[in-house]
């Protein structure tokens, strides 16, 4: 049994990657895209053509939570979260030649949002229902996250540049490449679960939660902010394509990376004291590697994986 770990572990990363990447892949092109559904491009639309999405994220993850520890199944939820997501993504590139109400629009991204943090979100809790150690599994988790967002927003731009519908072609396999991987996994879901009031009860009691809570906050926060006001920016400042902006994501996001990887340890237990926002400096590389070997492969994998995506951001602006 122990043997199979490694490979679900990879799997349900590749879930968490494909999941996100499907989002990302959105961004650098949003201008085109919301032209393409017959929309008029501004700063707000584009801004409410995401908000809605992430306001489902937030309201039906607990959704999707409960109707899984009710059911004691996982994996059938993941399957039907990404197939709902992409029939979302399949109905925007239907209704594009219509130009539907954004109001319609926003609607189907309501809905693919609310399925589609299913798959997100309950990979996520199968990496954590795994055995072998939590800090190889929430590696994996934020390696896959911070590769996910430096490869999706590049990815994105290209596909843009070929057709503005590109990216919702590209988040539509995606999604349904997360069907066939989970159809290879196998539920491990636990049989005792937490309520919601132990789980305030422990926040209270234990500070450090909110701590990597805190963080975990404000780093999603301002992540999103440039997602789109940075994208933004650069395009209209500087009157660059889709693809150039794109770029930016991917270097900011090697950041995003290391920030998964330190809050991954700060929940572990590997560090006593809050995460710098700066990335891990040599001390806590040093300190890390000299710590529990249980999370050695993730963290150099991490930051491995930051170095790659600020340096192939560096690539390409010298290509342009």
Known sequence: MRHRIPSERARLA?????????????????????????????????????????????????????????????????????????????????????SIPFAAILAIRVLGGAFTIGAFSLGMTMLMDLTGGSGRNMGAAGIAIGLGAALGSVIGGQLTAVNPLGPLYGGVFLLFTVVGIAATLTDRSPTTHLDIRTIVSGARTNSGLLISYSFGFIDRLTAGFFALVGVWYFRDVFGVSAQQPASHSHYSSSHSLSSNTLLERCRTGLVDSPPSLAGPSPTELESSLSGSPRCTRSQLASWFSSGCAGHSWLLQQWLW
Not at 18 to 42: F, H, K, M, N, R
């Open 14 to 98: 590749g879930i968490v990657w494909c999941v996100l990447i499907s989002q990302v892949l959105l961004y650098p092109g949003l201008e085109e895209l919301i032209d393409a559904l017959g929309v008029e491009t501004s700063l707000q639309a584009g801004m409410w053509f995401l908000v809605a999405e992430f306001t489902a994220f937030v309201l039906f993850a607990g959704v999707w939570g409960a109707i899984s520890d009710t059911t004691g199944k996982r994996r059938r939820w993941i399957m039907l979260g990404s197939s709902g997501g992409a029939l979302a993504y399949i109905t925007l590139i239907v209704v594009a030649p219509y």
